[in-house]
């Protein structure tokens, strides 16, 4: 069964940065698409990072683009958002999820339908 664990939220000021960590396990292979989503309160989920099973490819929400890094390491399963820059706008749970499309796995994917494994979020507050 797999599993998708977040860790490295938490409360930051305007201007700062974290990084979140997403560990899979359950796998039976290491060719998969993962990718970031973001929830506010009262607003649907969005996509925010996305990352192709090698890393060649990684499409970004606009709003993030040149903020926000994603990297993987394929070795430890483990996928990586390194948000900077951050504003108040940033501020949601962040979910970690895996496609087992083979479209998404080859040039990732933005759609939420097809990430077919979800973490159970980490919360990102960022206080102006």
């Known amino acids: 069964q797999v599993q998708l664990v977040e860790s490295g939220g938490g409360s930051v000021q305007a201007g700062g940065s974290l990084r979140l960590s997403c560990a899979a396990s359950?796998?039976?292979?290491?060719?998969?698409?993962m990718a970031w989503f973001r929830q506010a309160p009262g607003k649907e989920r969005e996509f925010v990072g996305g990352?192709?099973?090698?890393?060649?490819?990684?499409p970004y929400k606009d709003s993030v683009k040149g903020r926000f890094i994603i990297s993987r390491d394929r070795d430890q399963n483990t996928v990586y958002l390194e948000m900077r820059g951050l504003k108040p706008e940033d501020t949601a749970v962040y979910y970690c999820?895996?496609?087992?499309?083979?479209?998404?796995?080859?040039?990732?994917?933005?759609?939420?339908?097809?990430?077919?494994?979800w973490g159970q979020g980490t919360q990102v507050t960022v206080s102006s």
């Open positions: 359950g796998l039976t292979s290491v060719g998969n698409a």
């Open positions: 990352i192709s099973w090698n890393g060649a490819y990684t």
């Open positions: 999820a895996l496609s087992s499309d083979y479209d998404c796995a080859r040039v990732g994917c933005q759609a939420t339908s097809l990430y077919h494994y």
